[in-house]
């Protein structure tokens, strides 16, 4: 049973900084892709970054690139986001999810776990 637990969430200030984690647990966490996705209330979920199997390749959705930062850490199963830079507009629940191979997907269809969610709230 995979188990993806995403942590780190919270109140910041606009222009200030998060890193929000992700610890998977259930399958060889190194063999697969990783990637973060958000939904803000009433809008739908969207893709915010990803990363390949060994961490080499990494991708960002066009409203956080430059300033949110995906890697991973295979020796410890977890995943982290870093968010600098943030905007009211990043308030949401950030989703861990767990890739169905080991390159980096962009679909959220293309992957088959997700974690419960940690709310990231960006205040002006």
């Known amino acids: 049973q995979v188990q993806l637990v995403e942590s780190g969430g919270g109140l910041v200030q606009a222009g200030g900084s998060l890193r929000v984690s992700c610890a998977a647990s259930?399958?060889?966490?190194?063999?697969?892709?990783m990637g973060w996705f958000r939904q803000a209330p009433g809008k739908e979920r969207e893709f915010v970054a990803a990363?390949?199997?060994?961490?080499?390749?990494?991708i960002y959705g066009n409203s956080v690139k430059g300033r949110f930062t995906i890697s991973r850490d295979n020796a410890r199963n977890t995943v982290y986001l870093l968010m600098n830079n943030l905007k009211p507009e990043d308030t949401a629940v950030y989703y861990c999810?767990?890739?169905?191979?080991?390159?980096?997907?962009?679909?959220?269809?293309?992957?088959?776990?997700w974690g419960q969610g940690t709310l990231v709230t960006v205040s002006e």
């Open positions: 999810a767990g890739g169905s191979s080991r390159y980096t997907q962009t679909n959220g269809s293309q992957f088959g776990h």
């Open positions: 259930g399958r060889t966490f190194s063999n697969y892709a």
């Open positions: 990363i390949n199997w060994s961490g080499s390749n990494t």
